[in-house]
């Protein structure tokens, strides 16, 4: 029970982020300033730690999300942690170095997170253009 109330509680923090690009407020300032920066690098961490937990909670429950090109060294809870916030880094902001490979549900999860990190980038600088107008 635990486990889904986390999950759902991860998901609303990561649609709670994601709304303030897309509802209608004014983008403070000039398009390009300090506080809009801001706002952006912490939609990101938010959308990133969000989808590393979501990770993480799904490997620990059991389900085979990713494959390591690992060095053989032993796993632990924070090591796994830290690869899967990283692995969702590199997925966000798709640079894909390929030593983490979704598989199974990861590779739904991933494109999902993919199209988020596309989508924002977007969205921001429409917001920006059309607000300013």
Not at 48 to 54: D, R, T
Not at 92 to 109: A, M
């Amino acid at each position: 029970m635990t486990f889904y109330i986390l999950f759902i509680s991860i998901l609303l923090c990561i649609g709670m982020s994601l709304r303030v690009l897309f509802l209608p407020q004014d983008v403070r300032g000039k398009p390009v300033s300090l506080q809009n920066f801001l706002m952006l690098a912490m939609l990101y961490a938010t959308i990133m730690i969000g989808f590393g937990l979501l990770f993480m909670m799904l490997d620990m429950k059991g389900f085979n999300i990713v494959r390591e090109a690992s060095d053989g060294s032993p796993f632990n809870f924070f090591s796994r942690l830290q690869s899967f916030i990283y692995f969702s880094g590199m997925t966000l902001f798709s640079v894909g170095y390929g030593d983490i490979t979704p598989v199974g549900i990861g590779r739904v999860i991933a494109i999902t997170e993919a199209l988020i990190g596309h989508t924002i980038a977007a969205a921001f600088v429409a917001r920006a253009v059309f607000d300013r107008e």
